[in-house]
Each structure stands twice: as structure tokens, then as C-alpha cells.
């Protein structure tokens, strides 16, 4: 009851009113908690994890696969890279989730070799502009700050404390577009120019940062209807130019860090109550 008691409570704060009944993507109920990933071979690989686990194909590509983890419900879903995933947290959000979790790749500029091994927490991220305006929201707020919950952020810092797990709490900067930021030196001289000041006006003396294209729309939605989330970051190589970061030498190191942080992942989310 009490449970139900919140959910009504949390619809009448909600700035976004959709039910389940009115989703594209999403038309099954969803689970309190889970992981998201705009990675489609990662959700597979980790979803194998798992009991009774089922699959849910959404046919414009996304899938979700919910079943038991440690005896918990769980959904595992994919959603589209940039801003596009909104339209999927938007829907799993208003079929029934609660807590959701991103587990993304880092898309800052040659990280440094020992961040392979680090769990990197999103707990605030910024520079969402055209996402927010084409929410509603008055133009002089976009791009500000959004914050990660702070009920999910404890349970990530709770689980590695208890497994001694390296962690770094970061900003995560938006990239709505992926290669402009990353690489400004590939524009004109002119456009270089702006992108290199855009770096420059995101840079913190106080905090480090990362980058990536979805977790800033996450928050965003999750900040409209009222609900949780938080985004973690490993750090695959996407500077070689000869080996993706899936590929041979990466390979192996970068699948046994994501089954770290699959574990690392679910067992926090299960503190949630």
C-alpha cells in the first residue's frame, strides 16, 4: 500500500504525466530498478546474468530483458545513442520504473591508462541544451547542473566501500555531438574555434570530468517525473585507430571489468529499498 501510496504521490509532482497506456516503445510493465546501456551488445552479454530471464524487442531496435537477480526483479534495456534514448527512460520510467542506472563508456579525450580499472560514478552532468528545450523548459535554465539521486549514489559508494572497489565521483558533460568535442581540430577554423571555448567555458578547477551523449538526458528525465537515476562510466579504449575498443588486446580486458561492473551494478541497486 505504501508503495502505491508513492507512486500516486510521485504522479502528481511529475512534470511528465504519461502512463504506460500511452508508450511507443514500451507497452509491458516494467520493474522498480535496472540498467540501462546505449552499448545493444553490452545489454545482451550482461542480461546472460539473469534468472528466468525474458526479452522484450521493441521494432525500432531497443530491447529489454527483465528477470531475477538474486531473487530481485531487474530489467535490462538498451536505448538509441544521444538524446534519442530520452524517448526510451521516458517510457520505462512511466511503465513502472523507479531507480534506473546507466552503465556507459566514458567519452573523455585519452584517459590514462589506470582509469581501465576504475569505476567512474556520475553524480551530476551538464551542457543538455536542445534535450531541455525541446522539453519546455524556459531557455535561460538549460544547460545547468542536474544532479543524480542521491538514494542511488549511496548505494553505489556503500557496495564499493564494501568490495574496495576503485570509484571517483566526476561531472559528465553532454555531448550532443560526438566527434565536435572530442575533436575540434577536425572543423573549420572557425567552428574549432567555438567548440575549443565550449571546452573551455566546461572545465572545473574542483571536480574532473568525463563525457558521454546520454546520461545528462537521463537525468533530465528522471528530474521531470520524479524518480532515480545515476550513471557509471568504464574506460575502454576508443583512441586506436588499428583495434576498437571490443577488439583484440582491448577485448579481454574490457569484458572482464564489465562483468565487475554488472555485479558492482545489480547488488546496489538491490540495497534500494
Given at each position: 500500500m505504501a508503495s502505491l501510496i508513492n507512486v500516486v504521490f510521485n504522479q502528481a509532482l511529475s512534470d511528465i504525466l504519461l502512463k504506460k497506456e500511452d508508450n511507443l516503445f514500451v507497452r509491458i510493465p516494467i520493474p522498480d530498478r535496472g540498467i540501462v546501456s546505449s552499448n545493444q551488445n553490452r545489454i545482451?552479454?550482461?542480461?546472460?546474468?539473469?534468472?528466468?530471464?525474458?526479452?522484450?524487442?521493441?521494432?525500432?531496435?531497443?530491447k529489454i530483458y527483465i528477470?531475477?537477480?538474486?531473487?530481485?526483479?531487474?530489467?535490462m534495456a538498451s536505448a538509441p545513442v544521444g538524446?534519442?534514448?530520452?524517448?526510451m527512460f521516458t517510457e520505462l520510467y512511466s511503465a513502472g520504473a523507479q531507480y534506473i542506472v546507466r552503465y556507459g563508456s566514458d567519452d573523455v579525450k585519452?584517459?590514462?591508462?589506470?582509469?581501465?580499472?576504475?569505476?567512474?560514478?556520475?553524480?551530476?552532468t551538464d551542457n543538455l541544451f536542445g534535450f531541455e528545450l525541446a522539453s519546455g523548459?524556459?531557455?535561460?535554465s538549460c544547460g545547468k547542473s542536474l544532479w543524480a539521486s542521491s538514494e542511488i549514489i549511496a548505494a553505489l559508494s556503500a557496495e564499493a566501500l564494501e568490495r574496495n572497489l576503485p570509484i571517483e565521483k566526476r561531472v559528465c558533460h553532454h555531448l550532443e555531438n560526438y566527434h565536435a568535442l572530442r575533436t575540434p581540430e577536425k572543423f573549420?577554423?572557425?567552428?574549432?574555434?567555438?567548440?575549443?571555448?565550449?571546452?573551455?567555458?566546461l572545465k572545473r578547477d574542483n571536480k574532473k570530468e568525463s563525457f558521454d551523449m546520454e546520461?545528462?538526458?537521463?537525468?533530465?528525465?528522471?528530474h521531470d517525473f520524479k524518480r532515480h537515476a545515476a550513471s557509471v562510466l568504464q574506460t575502454v579504449d576508443k583512441e586506436n585507430k588499428n583495434e576498437g575498443p571490443y577488439e583484440g588486446a582491448n577485448k579481454e580486458q574490457a569484458l572482464e571489468m564489465e562483468k565487475v561492473f554488472t555485479d558492482y551494478v545489480l547488488s546496489a541497486l538491490l540495497r534500494l529499498k
Open positions: 545482451e552479454r550482461i542480461s546472460t546474468v539473469l534468472d528466468q530471464r525474458d526479452v522484450y524487442e521493441v521494432p525500432w531496435g531497443p528477470g531475477f537477480y538474486k531473487k530481485c526483479k531487474v530489467f538524446s534519442g534514448s530520452g524517448l585519452s584517459p590514462p591508462q589506470e582509469d581501465k580499472n576504475l569505476i567512474k560514478i556520475i553524480d551530476e523548459l524556459d531557455p535561460n573549420s577554423s572557425k567552428r574549432k574555434e567555438a567548440l575549443e571555448n565550449q571546452l573551455k567555458n546520461s545528462a538526458v537521463l537525468f533530465r528525465v528522471a
